[in-house]
Nanobody
Framework: QVQLVESGGGLVQPGGSLRLSCAGS????????MGWYRQAPGKQRELVAS???????NYADSVKGRFTISRDNAKNTVYLQMNSLIPEDTADYYC???????????????WGQGTQVTVSS
């Protein structure tokens, strides 16, 4: 099992930046591929970005070019750097541990508690 704790959310103006962190513990962090999901009010949870054990990354079209996912296995931490934020990025952001299969990220049932991001002037 792995435990995940997100941090770094908050209120930011449009065009601003935030960096989310997800600290993992309880298992071999480097064993897992990792993903960041978000869920806006009234909407389904969606995959925003993912990173494989080897460091390959994938992004949703809505955030491509603005968000960057990275990982530091020595610190058991995955990051989501979010730049050029827009109001549509407002959501609760969740970290997940999962795997890649046939080029697609598949989540395991390991989730953090979420961190809220609000983009508003």
């Amino acid at each position: 099992q792995v435990q995940l704790v997100e941090s770094g959310g908050g209120l930011v103006q449009p065009g601003g930046s935030l960096r989310l962190s997800c600290a993992g513990s309880g298992s071999i962090f480097s064993y897992y591929s990792m993903g960041w999901y978000r869920q806006a009010p009234g909407k389904q949870r969606e995959l925003v970005a993912s990173i494989s054990r080897g460091g390959s990354t994938n992004y949703a079209d809505s955030v491509k070019g603005r968000f960057t996912i990275s990982r530091d296995n020595a610190k058991n931490t995955v990051y989501l750097q979010m730049n050029s934020l827009i109001p549509e990025d407002t959501a609760d952001y969740y970290c997940n541990a999962g795997t890649y299969g046939r080029g697609h990220y598949s989540p395991y049932n390991y989730w953090g508690q979420g961190t809220q991001v609000t983009v508003s002037s």
